[in-house]
């Protein structure tokens, strides 16, 4: 086995270069830079191994030509260039994509069609309780003695093609005075709707041969509408659904807890308000908080008596109350209200304090 290569290619038995041998003078180079004899000079010491003072030197790096880079590149495999190319075309493909969809919204933005209906915010609901309303009116009002009138009538709202004369046999009299649209539902595609109509009628009875007033009676419709491209019309003859009482939900609102100290005090300055509220906007001013403006009754009741005052608690400046008024109508009728009103401490230039109404309901 050859004996291990020296660094430098040295080989065994040469003396080590910067070591004179015995009997042999320093190089004049170390003379002039002071060099001792059996040590290196630093321009010529090399960069000792970081694997320890017995492991094998590396291979000696050849110096670099000019404008040659101090560094080597390696191939890349193909898998690489793959994925590197396949990700680049991905983002590319993204941008184009969002900037043809940014200017095609540009240029044509999306419209939905005037003859699809997709919500019930599209539908005519405004136009829907006034076509309703008129038609039941036409729809609930009838006469024995002009038997076309009532056609003619229903005839204004109700879609061309059908008989306005459907669910009447010609018989009787009745007046429907007047009706109060409520909701509209809507159907799922947009085009038919039904609204709850309230129509107050009087009926006609035949005492002889003369047809006499009878009761007020206010009765309930559901009426179908459809949407046109002209209008709104009438679908079909209404039907009558009952209107019925229902409670209360359980989760009202209430009115708070009970300030009873200041609901005495104040009680008097409310018997004053309500006495100014029946009668004039003049006297409801002057006992109405700084900066409220109060509508009176304007002598349609006058005032008879508080049957029910309560002031509740609140912050400092503000609070509820609620009132159980008896007004006085015509002859010796009486009508009993409650009303909700909000007070509003007010301070005088002298430093009195007082409460007085700023809102009513």
Not at 14 to 26: A, D, L, S, T, Y
Not at 217 to 233: C, E, K
């Amino acid at each position: 086995m050859a004996p291990p290569r020296r660094p430098g290619g040295q080989q065994p038995g040469q003396p080590v270069q910067g070591h004179p041998q015995p009997g042999q003078q320093p190089a004049p180079s170390e003379q002039r830079h002071g060099a001792v004899p059996g040590q290196r000079t630093p321009e010529r010491l090399r960069q000792r191994s970081p694997h320890g003072a017995h492991a094998a030197p590396g291979p000696v790096r050849e110096p670099l030509e000019p404008g040659q880079t101090p560094w080597a590149t390696e191939p890349e495999s193909s898998f690489s260039t793959w994925a590197r190319r396949f990700f680049r075309g991905l983002v590319v493909a993204v941008l184009l994509l969002a900037a043809i969809s940014g200017i095609r919204s540009w240029i044509s933005p999306n419209r939905t069609p005037d003859t699809v209906v997709g919500s019930q915010t599209s539908f005519p609901l405004d136009e829907a309780r006034a076509i309703a309303t008129r038609y039941a009116i036409s729809y609930l009002t009838w006469d024995e003695a002009n038997p076309d009138a009532r056609p003619a009538q229903v005839g204004l709202d109700l879609a061309a093609g059908l008989d306005g004369r459907t669910g009447w046999n010609g018989r009787g009299k009745q007046v429907a005075v007047i009706a109060y649209p409520g909701e509209v539902k809507v159907d799922s595609g947009g085009v038919a709707a039904v609204v709850d109509v309230r129509v107050r009628v009087q009926q006609y009875y035949l005492k002889g041969r003369v047809m006499t007033p009878g009761t007020f009676a206010w009765q309930r419709l559901s009426v179908p509408v459809a949407r046109t491209a002209a209008r709104v019309v009438a679908s079909g003859p209404p039907t009558f659904v009952p209107d019925s009482r229902a409670p209360l939900p359980e989760n009202m609102p209430g009115p708070g807890a009970p300030d009873d100290v200041l609901t005495a005090a104040t009680k008097e300055d409310a018997k004053a308000f309500f006495g100014a509220y029946a009668e004039s906007d003049n006297k409801v001013s002057a006992v109405t908080a700084p900066g409220s403006t109060i509508r009176s009754l304007n002598g349609a009741v006058k005032f008879g008596e508080l049957k029910d005052w309560q002031v509740y608690t609140g912050n400092d400046d503000e609070r509820r109350a609620t009132a159980a008024v008896t007004w006085k109508g015509v002859g010796d009728t009486t009508l009993d209200q409650t009303y909700t009103l909000t007070l509003r401490r007010t301070v005088a230039t002298d430093g009195a304090q007082r409460w007085q109404v700023a809102a009513v309901g």
